[in-house]
């Protein structure tokens, strides 16, 4: 927070009020590149992904037809105003994508689980690791 804090074009929520809360509440959701997006998925909002074509590829969640591209400042005013003038913005993703961003992966998180554990184990029997330990 005190990164952004003379930013006057950064506005940051206080955290009194829940993120849901916060999505419940809002018809669009804007990001570079954050899990906000994912976020927004499962509360049904429009996502809007800023990405001009000379940034770095943070995400792409625009190319998958997750987010809508928003290419300029102009472009993200055109879609402003169309949204204010239209009531809200119709702009979601497609229904089939999003349980397939939500699928479960089998036994993924096990799988990472397994290795992290292996990597740590490793480590402790590492003969610098023990002297490290010693020494400490």
Known sequence: MKLYRESRNVTIMSRAVPLGTALEG????????????????????????FYADHWPVLVDNWKTGLALRVSSEDHFRELVRNAL?????????????????????GRATQAVADVVASRLARRALSPQASAEFTHA
């Not at 009531?87 to 999003?98: H, K």
Request: charged residues 15%; aromatic residues 12%; hydrophobic residues 40%.
């Open 26 to 49: 809002c018809d669009w959701i804007g990001s570079l590149g954050s899990t906000v997006m994912y976020d927004a998925l499962l509360y049904g909002k429009a996502v809007w992904q």
């Open 85 to 105: 003038t239209s009531g809200g913005t119709t702009l979601r993703a497609e229904a089939g994508l999003v349980p397939r961003v939500f699928v479960n992966h």
